[in-house]
T-cell receptor
């Protein structure tokens, strides 16, 4: 079974700074998908970014980018020019390329942006 | 464009009571899921339905039952609620095509069992 580990339960950073959230995972598969989800206080789960394992290029969505290191099984999220609205729980998630589409989540990182 | 609708949003139960959490999606998705979220544990899969008429256990199925009523609706039932089932429950759906697109979550149900 796959596992996803987020080793930083909480982080805080000053507004406008850059912050990196760590995620490692364990799988024996070669093709799979990785995701970062944001959960603000509203509780809604919001997809931030998606990475396909067979693609070498790191995914980018505006201020959000990932550093995908397949050999190291690492998938970190970088938030540039952080904003107060980035304050949220962030979850890393894994999806196998086989079978159904269930997601395996990490335990989350609570990020606080300080004004 | 409702997406995934969960009801109720909040519920308090007494130990031993039963209840059903309702979930409906209007995106014509094939697959639906129930997760629970607990502090320090992320989201864990309770049950899922890959397609209409099928259901399978996830990581933490004990104490729960599900029904895929039709393609739109996937309900989660607690037959005899226990304090350990105090959690936030999320329903989700996906297109089932395997590419990881279109995964949509409901807004969650906060359940407290006293």
């Amino acid at each position: 079974a796959q596992t996803v580990t987020q080793s930083q339960p909480e982080m805080s950073v000053q507004e406008a700074e850059t912050v990196t959230l760590s995620c490692t995972y364990d799988t024996s598969e070669n093709n799979y998908y990785l995701f970062w989800y944001k959960q603000p206080p509203s509780r809604q789960m919001i997809l931030v970014i998606r990475q396909e394992a067979y693609k070498q290029q790191n995914a980018t969505e505006n201020r959000f980018s990932v550093n995908f290191q397949k050999a190291a099984k690492s998938f970190s999220l970088k938030i540039s020019d952080s904003q107060l609205g980035d304050t949220a729980m962030y979850f890393c998630a894994f999806k196998s390329n086989f079978g159904n589409e269930k997601l395996t989540f990490g335990t989350g990182t609570r990020l606080t942006i300080i004004p | 464009n409702a997406g995934v609708t969960q009801t109720p949003k909040f519920q308090v139960l007494k130990t031993g009571q039963s209840m059903t959490l309702q979930c409906a999606q209007d995106m014509n998705h094939n697959s639906m899921y129930w997760y629970r979220q607990d502090p320090g544990m992320g989201l864990r899969l309770i049950y899922y339905s890959a397609s209409e008429g099928t259901t399978d256990k996830g990581e933490v199925p004990n104490g729960y039952n599900v029904s895929r009523l039709n393609k739109r609706e996937f309900s989660l039932r607690l037959e005899s609620a226990a304090p350990s089932q105090t959690s936030v429950y999320f329903c989700a759906s996906s297109d089932g095509r395997g590419r990881g697109y279109g995964y949509t979550f409901g807004s969650g149900t906060r359940l407290t069992v006293v």
